[in-house]
């Protein structure tokens, strides 16, 4: 059986019509399929997982939040059944990955995502990356814009977030190693090369191997930076003052922010985080 979730509050209602035309070419191939909203899951999605089996396929239909939040809900169950992506969000951070936004499979990847821990106790999975610093109060305003019903690129927010942020202190240990900056912009760990929909911003990072691609924005004056911003689309940035920029694959990373406790999971948000840990 095949099973197409679409997330109906997704990018103003893409997913839908991009899930009914999917049913069309099932249809057209005489497979059997159920279509499924998440709201109608209301919540059962381990439910729903624990009722497939290997012969099944499903596909999810949505942004890299929707996957995001499917694959939290079965974590940390095994996955034996086929998973397949229809990016219809906004980023399509994933998706991008793969230069792929018609169906694409994900089983080999879902059994082997990197782990998160909050503040000691919440453990979830990522798919993208996290971060905390600009990008996380960016999503943060993002959040408030999709309630608001408002519109704006990841690009056109960061520039007035740049405005008020403050960089904070950030103490953080990567593979046993300890390091201290005093005035981070952005601080990202990443299972892939995007994030905000496009921005390169680990351009180096695979996906398939065994580490996270960590970058470091630190101690640069606000012009410098704005100069600097436009570049990670490209990946360019990484060709600016290593001073300014670290970049360091590792396995276990914990990190710990001073003034600033917001965090992004894969566009996601989640608030007073004070402690996080990362494994490979």
């Given at each position: 059986?095949?099973y197409?979730?679409?997330?109906?509050?997704?990018?103003?209602?893409?997913?839908?019509?991009?899930?009914?035309k999917?049913?069309?070419?099932?249809?057209?191939k005489?497979?059997n399929?159920?279509?499924i909203?998440?709201?109608?899951?209301?919540?059962?999605?381990?439910?729903?997982h624990?009722?497939?089996?290997?012969?099944?396929?499903?596909y999810?239909?949505?942004?890299?939040g929707t996957f995001?939040?499917?694959?939290n809900?079965?974590f940390?169950?095994?996955?034996s059944?086929?998973?397949?992506i229809v990016a219809?969000?906004?980023?399509?951070?994933?998706?991008?990955?793969?230069?792929?936004?018609?169906?694409?499979e994900?089983?080999?990847?879902?059994?082997?995502?990197?782990?998160?821990?909050?503040?000691?106790?919440?453990?979830?999975?990522?798919i993208?990356?996290?971060g905390m610093?600009?990008?996380s109060?960016?999503?943060?305003?993002?959040?408030?814009?999709?309630?608001?019903?408002?519109?704006?690129?990841y690009?056109?927010?960061a520039?007035?977030?740049f405005?008020?942020?403050?960089?904070?202190?950030?103490?953080?240990?990567?593979?046993?190693?300890?390091?201290?900056?005093?005035?981070?912009?952005?601080?990202?760990?990443?299972?892939g090369?995007?994030?905000?929909?496009g921005?390169?911003?680990?351009?180096?990072?695979?996906?398939?191997?065994d580490?996270?691609?960590?970058?470091i924005?630190?101690?640069?004056?606000?012009?410098?930076?704005?100069?600097?911003?436009?570049?990670?689309?490209?990946?360019?940035?990484?060709?600016?003052?290593?001073k300014?920029?670290?970049f360091?694959?590792?396995?276990?990373?914990?990190a710990?922010?001073r003034?600033?406790?917001?965090?992004?999971?894969d566009?996601?948000?989640?608030y007073?985080?004070?402690?996080?840990?990362?494994?490979?």
């Amino acid at each position: 059986m095949y099973y197409i979730l679409y997330n109906d509050r997704s990018n103003r209602g893409k997913p839908i019509w991009i899930a009914r035309k999917l049913v069309r070419k099932l249809k057209r191939k005489k497979i059997n399929f159920q279509l499924i909203s998440f709201l109608e899951l209301n919540g059962q999605i381990k439910e729903f997982h624990n009722n497939l089996s290997n012969q099944d396929c499903v596909y999810l239909v949505g942004g890299d939040g929707t996957f995001h939040y499917y694959l939290n809900h079965v974590f940390p169950e095994y996955i034996s059944y086929r998973i397949f992506i229809v990016a219809s969000g906004r980023g399509n951070d994933l998706a991008r990955d793969y230069k792929k936004h018609k169906p694409f499979e994900i089983t080999h990847l879902v059994n082997d995502l990197p782990t998160i821990t909050i503040n000691e106790e919440q453990k979830q999975v990522f798919i993208n990356g996290i971060g905390m610093g600009v990008d996380s109060n960016v999503c943060d305003r993002q959040l408030q814009n999709a309630i608001l019903k408002k519109r704006e690129s990841y690009f056109k927010v960061a520039l007035s977030i740049f405005k008020t942020f403050k960089p904070y202190p950030l103490d953080i240990e990567i593979d046993g190693k300890s390091y201290h900056y005093d005035k981070v912009w952005f601080f990202v760990c990443n299972h892939g090369c995007y994030f905000g929909g496009g921005m390169k911003i680990t351009p180096k990072a695979i996906r398939e191997d065994d580490v996270l691609d960590v970058c470091i924005v630190h101690d640069i004056k606000l012009w410098s930076l704005l100069l600097v911003f436009p570049l990670v689309f490209f990946g360019l940035h990484r060709f600016f003052r290593k001073k300014y920029l670290d970049f360091i694959s590792a396995k276990h990373i914990i990190a710990r922010p001073r003034n600033c406790n917001i965090l992004q999971l894969d566009g996601e948000v989640a608030y007073n985080v004070t402690r996080i840990e990362i494994h490979r």
